[in-house]
């Protein structure tokens, strides 16, 4: 999997880069072929901002955006949202398995 960063206005530590870069491989690994991630890190005066997007094929692009004083925080509140996403994608698909399975068992 690609990891892509790009950063806005913001100087990102090497600490913080390999720190999301894990996070999001460990994230990527419970979703089916994930092809690639792009991790933006913004500044805006006292204000940063991440925002992770993971590609996978086959399925809708996910997207989480963080914010807080530090990157610190604002990477966590992100990768948050992103696993949320993921493990809801993932429930959802063993949804949709069962359900054909109960709808025969009732009719019969």
């Known amino acids: 999997m690609e ?6 206005h913001a100087v990102v ?6 720190r999301a870069e894990a996070a999001v491989r460990r994230t990527a690994l419970r979703l089916s072929r994930a092809v690639d991630a792009i991790i933006r890190f913004e500044q805006d ?3 940063k901002r991440v925002e992770i997007v993971l ?7 996910l997207v989480a955006r963080g914010e807080g004083k530090f990157f610190g925080p604002a990477f966590a509140d992100a990768m ?3 696993t949320n996403q993921v ?5 959802s698909k ?11 068992a009732a009719v019969v």
């Open 3 to 8: 990891i892509i960063f790009h950063t806005h």
């Open 94 to 104: 063993r949804t949709a398995r069962r359900a054909p399975a109960s709808r025969k």
């Open 13 to 18: 530590s090497e600490r913080m880069r390999k």
């Open 87 to 91: 493990r809801r994608l993932r429930s």
């Open 80 to 82: 948050e949202k992103l």
């Open 55 to 61: 590609h996978s094929p086959r399925q809708r692009d």
């Open 45 to 47: 005066g006292p204000v």
